[in-house]
Each structure stands twice: as C-alpha cells, then as structure tokens.
C-alpha cells in the first residue's frame, strides 16, 4: 500500500459538493446563532439607548473580528474538508482505475491497492479476495 | 377515540381562550397603580451609567414611583405584548420635581422624565422607540430624533421648568403617534413600556415621579374618544 497522495482535489465535483454539505450548514449555523444571541441580547437591555451605548459597539468588535477571521476559518476548514473528503474520494478513484485496467487487460491476478491512511480498506480488500476467486476459476 | 380528540379538544380550547381574549371588549389592558411597594417587582432595571434610584413612594395610601438620579442613567421597563392598533392609548401621571442642570447652548439628552413605547422587531435597526420626554428646554409638541439613532423618536409632551413639582396626567394614542413619527402605521407590537430619569450627561440631579400608567382602547363604549392630550391633575401625591 502506498502511503501519501500528492493530489488533494482527485474528484471535484464531490469533493466540493462534500465541503458544501459542510461549509453551508456551519455558516448558516453560525449565521443563527449571531442573530439569536444578538435578539435575545437586544430583547433584554431594550432600551434603546443601552442597545446603542453597550450593545452595538460590541456588535462591532464582534462583527470586525468576523470579518478578520472569517477568511482563515473558512480557508482551515477547506482544507480540512479537503483533506478528509481524499480519504474517501482517492481510493474510489484509485478503485474506479485499478477496475478500468482489469476490465481492458482482462488480467485478473492484478490487484486493488489502496493508500495506508485512506478509508474503505475493506473495499479493497473485498475487490481482491473477488479477483482471487475470478482469477482461480480462469485457471 | 378519545385519544385522538384530545389534541384537537386541546387546539380548540385554546383557540377559544385566544379569541375570547383578543376580542373581548375589555378596555383596559393593563393598568400600573404602584400602590404596592411590590408593584416595581415585576419592572426591570437597566443600568447604563450609575443606577438612579427607582423606588414606590406611598402618600395617603396613593403610591407612585419615586425615582431619583444623581449623575446617574438607568430605566426600568416592564415587558408587555399587545398590538397598538388594539390598545393605542397610553396613559400616565407624572411630576418632575428637579430638572437636570443643562446649558442652553448645549442640549444634552438628560430628561428628568420619559415613557418609553419599545415596539421591538427581529434586529435593533428594525426596532422603533417613541420616548414622550418631559423637556425643559423644548416645546411642546415638539419630535425630534434622538442622538443615539434614527429609529428613536422623541416627542415632547410636556415642557418648561415651571410646572415643577404639579402632577400631570398625559394621555397619547401610540398607534398614532407612531404613524405621526416613522411615517408608517405601527406592525409590530409593543414589547416594553419604560421609565427613564437621567442626569448623567449633564452630572447633575433629576427627580421625577411616575403614576398610573394605563394600556387601554381608544374609547369606552358609549363615550366620547379621548384621543392624545394631557392635563394638570389634582393628585393627593402633589408635592
């Protein structure tokens, strides 16, 4: 098995679709929860004047230090998807290959080969014990 | 089968007590005597700068609230709900008996006394805030935005430095002076009604008292409507 992968992006369009499934729902989340607190924060003091005074100056630093830190979180958070989605979709690539060249060579004694920290390794485990019976009962 | 139509039984009565309610002709919401030295139980207090002292005072078995500021800025608000279109008019008693010490040549948002009509929505910029203030320095009838933001209307409804210490009883249709102020009717409903007596601008003291405030419908059955206006009462609390 080999150990490291140099591409992250292997299949685009559901390596995106996975970090979407994950950015949208924590944003929208986040989103939420700023403007519950900030409700429920407003819907206390209520008068208006605090509101101004106490309320929306920390609103600012707040929403100043969101704007700051947003980028980072939203680029560490990519790139973790990113990272953990190649688990996934690297060895379905590296599957949907090894099958491809079998299917063209015909040559059943080839073998599936995942990478050491890639996920589904019972995948491939389970392709090559059927090779293994395709290749016995071609002998 | 009983089961099944005990949710609905449920919905039903509940329905039945909503609309009882919401159509009932009563014509008084809510009324605040202040008779009670626990009757400021059920308020709430925000303090901005300094606590000023709110407090029941009883004469002659007739209670008010007392509040008292030195250098100081806090309110005290009770929660209410209730759309204004339903219950416009706002009513209460009030007294200032020391103004904050301003400079003519520099108004300051000090007053001794406010009421305040909070009408919150889902986000403060969305909110609306009728102050009606008691002014020294400005006349009656008199609305201005506050310094603190455009969505906060003052509106003065009672003015000078002479009528310190006299009781007055004002009586303003919100529903119509929220129209008057952000030029649109009133949606929202009113969330809070607030008193606030403030001299911390102006490090001075303010003293004002507070009596009898009243949500109620626009008229009685039968009667003539009340409309906005104020008038000089003849309180046992007179000072």
């Known amino acids: ?139 | 089968m009983l089961k099944v139509f005990k949710p609905s039984l449920f919905a039903i009565t509940g329905l039945l007590l909503f609309y009882s309610f919401a159509f009932s002709g009563e014509f008084l919401l809510k009324q605040f005597l202040f008779d009670d030295q626990k009757d400021l139980n059920s308020w709430k207090e925000m303090v901005l700068d300094g606590k000023v002292d709110y407090f029941i005072e009883i004469k002659d078995e007739n209670g008010f609230v007392h509040a008292l500021s030195e250098n100081a800025c806090s309110a005290i608000y009770h929660r209410v709900g209730y759309k204004p279109v339903n219950f416009p008019v706002l009513t209460w008693k009030w007294s200032v008996l020391k103004f904050p010490e301003k400079d003519p040549a520099n108004p300051v948002d000090d007053y001794a006394a406010r009421i305040y009509a909070i009408f919150p929505s889902i986000s403060f910029s969305t909110s609306k805030f009728i102050e009606y203030i008691w002014a020294e320095d400005l006349p009656e009838g008199h609305i201005q935005q506050s310094p603190s933001a455009k969505n906060i209307m003052q509106i003065v409804v009672r003015s000078g430095r002479d009528n310190a210490g006299k009781w007055f009883e004002e009586k303003r249709n919100i529903y119509d002076d929220y129209e008057l102020v952000f030029g649109k009717k009133a949606k929202t409903s009113v969330g809070a009604i607030a008193i606030m007596c403030n001299s911390n601008i102006t490090k001075s003291t303010a003293e004002c008292l507070v009596d009898n405030i009243k949500i109620e419908k626009l008229s009685e059955p039968g009667t003539e409507s009340p409309g906005t206006g104020s008038q000089e009462v003849q309180s046992d609390n007179d000072e």
């Not at chain 1, 953990?84 to 599936?112: C, M, W």
Request: net charge positive; charged share 25%.
């Open chain 1, 1 to 139: 098995m080999m150990n490291r992968r140099k591409k992250y992006l292997i299949n685009k369009p559901i390596q995106f679709q996975i970090a979407a499934m994950a950015i949208i729902p924590a944003f929208l989340a986040t989103s939420f929860l700023y403007f519950i607190i900030n409700y429920f924060i407003s819907r206390e003091i209520m008068i208006p004047e605090f509101i101004v005074r106490i309320l929306l100056p920390t609103l600012k630093k707040v929403n100043i230090t969101l704007i700051a830190i947003t980028p980072i979180a939203l680029f560490i958070l990519f790139r973790t998807i990113l990272y953990n989605s190649n688990k996934i979709t690297g060895p379905l690539y590296r599957l949907e290959k090894d099958l491809e060249k079998i299917i063209e060579t015909n040559d059943f004694s080839l073998r599936v080969k995942f990478r050491e920290k890639d996920h589904l390794h019972s995948l491939a485990v389970k392709t090559n014990k059927l090779l293994e019976k395709l290749q016995a009962n071609n002998k």
